[in-house]
Nanobody, 129 residues
């Protein structure tokens, strides 16, 4: 069993930066593929970024590529979402998700929230123009 707790959400001006954290409890988090999703008000949840259990593979949504990164520190049971050059359209609740990894993280699988077993409660990011 893994429990995920996100933090770091805030109100920030366009062009600014934020770093979200997702801290996991439970053993063997280092064997879990992890991702960030977001959901804006009135919209469906969408994939943002994913990282494999080893950190060797990452995927990003086109809308955040070049602006966001998803590093992880397995020693701290933590995955981050570093967000730079924020835009008003990045405003959403951001969720951390995890699933046990069994080797290679396939891109199609990583991008679909249905494949994740564990979710955090979310953290609000608001970007003002």
């Amino acid at each position: 069993q893994v429990q995920l707790v996100e933090s770091g959400g805030a109100l920030v001006q366009a062009g600014g930066s934020l770093r979200l954290s997702c801290v996991a409890s439970g053993r063997a988090f280092s064997s879990y593929h992890t991702a960030w999703f977001r959901q804006a008000s009135g919209k469906e949840r969408e994939f943002v970024a994913a990282i494999s259990w080893s950190g060797s593979t990452t995927y990003y949504a086109d809308s955040v590529k070049g602006r966001f990164t998803i590093p992880r520190d397995n020693a701290k049971n933590t995955v981050y979402l570093q967000m730079n050059s924020l835009k008003p359209e990045d405003t959403a609740v951001y969720y951390c998700a995890a699933r046990r990894g069994n080797g290679i993280m396939l891109e199609q699988t990583a991008r679909d929230g249905i494949n994740y077993n564990y979710w955090g409660q979310g953290t609000q990011v608001t970007v003002s123009s």
